[in-house]
């Protein structure tokens, strides 16, 4: 996708690769960006706010199908699996409470989110894109 054209390929992914980006071409950025995920019910003071944004997650040079980052409240974590669906997860930082989680299948790039508000869920709706 190009976001990053400048930036050398990363340690090769082969449950993606050929599908997603060119054979041998994994990337080493991946941005995932999160829109409409809102507090449910269930949400408490001091939870941090919907994590909604963009995220640059960088690729784990020890599990290469593996991308995460973030800030200081939230992080995203991207997993591409063998069975080649991809996990996206948002994570709050210290409650670690998930504000957003799905898997797409076949190296799936685009997710809604399957937290829907009821209990225990702190958090629901929201789609998320990933892009390099």
Request: charged share 15%; with cysteine.
């Amino acid at each position: 996708m190009g976001c990053f054209p400048e930036l050398p390929p990363g340690y090769v992914c082969s449950v993606c690769d050929g599908i997603l980006w060119a054979a041998g071409e994994t990337p080493s950025i991946i941005i995932a960006t999160f829109s409409g995920i809102e507090k449910s019910l269930h949400w408490e003071i001091g939870d941090p706010p919907p994590g909604n944004g963009n995220y640059t997650l960088y690729q784990d040079p020890f599990w290469p199908c593996y991308f995460v980052g973030g800030g200081p409240e939230v992080f995203a974590a991207l997993d591409f699996r063998i069975d080649k669906s991809v996990l996206l997860t948002l994570i709050g930082v210290g409650i670690g409470k998930e504000q957003f989680i799905q898997a797409s299948q076949n190296c799936g790039i685009a997710f809604t989110n399957a937290m829907d508000g009821t209990y225990p869920d702190r958090y629901q709706g929201g789609h998320a894109v990933i892009t390099w």
